[in-house]
């Protein structure tokens, strides 16, 4: 039972990866076919072609973050680990925090009990001679 869910998972992927090749060959050949079409009958005007490119280069783009996700895109400076590594700055951040607070409540109270201390009235006795040296 568990082979067959993997399989169907596996097969998805496979077919998700399939369907984005074939839609990056499209956007490949239309755009190279809207480019020879504006050299000939439009004087060499491309702005429609860049247009058109990238504004299907942002849907093409969504359906790559889609299938394959951030796990390829290291060569343009997007680290995979990236969301692991932000996860454990936050919760760094977090319990340093934490820690702080604690620390400060620590404090208070330590300050609260020194506050609270009575001093004892101090007994006025008569002064010996024995007591000068």
Request: no cysteine; proline share 2%.
């Amino acid at each position: 039972m568990k082979d067959e869910n993997l399989y169907e998972k596996a097969s998805k992927k496979v077919k998700a990866k399939k369907g984005f090749f074939y839609h990056l060959v499209a956007y490949v050949l239309i755009l190279l076919m809207l480019y020879a079409i504006m050299q000939v009958e439009n004087n060499g005007e491309i702005l429609p072609v860049i247009i058109v490119g990238l504004s299907w280069g942002i849907g093409l783009a969504g359906h790559y973050l889609t299938v394959f996700g951030t796990e390829n895109l290291e060569l343009i400076g997007v680290n995979s680990n990236w969301e692991e590594e932000e996860l454990e700055k936050e919760l760094e951040r977090l319990t340093r925090k934490r820690e702080l607070k604690e620390q400060i409540e620590r404090e208070k109270n330590l300050l609260d009990e020194s506050e609270s201390l009575e001093l004892k009235e101090m007994v006025k006795r008569p002064l010996r001679d024995d007591d000068f040296v």
